[in-house]
């Protein structure tokens, strides 16, 4: 029988967040997330083209 890769089930994940929790403690979760959630925005517009068209045109425009 052949397993999935990433197959957790609800113990699984409650063992990740707690070790989440203690390893960043409660305080830091909340930026730490602010920041993936950044990264993943950036990743989606690169992957659509918009980020980096944009970044080029505000560059042309700065240096003009």
Do not use: C, H, W
């Not at 890769?5 to 305080?27: C, D, P, Q, Y």
């Not at 950044?38 to 980096?52: H, L, S, T, W, Y």
Request: without cysteine; charged residues 30%.
């Amino acid at each position: 029988m052949i397993y999935p890769l990433f197959a957790f089930g609800t113990s699984e994940i409650v063992v990740i967040v707690l070790i989440i929790v203690v390893l960043f403690g409660a305080k830091k979760i909340p930026e730490l997330m602010r920041g993936v959630g950044k990264g993943v925005k950036e990743f989606k517009d690169a992957v659509n083209g918009n980020g980096i068209v944009e970044e080029k045109e505000d560059k042309e425009q700065k240096e003009e």
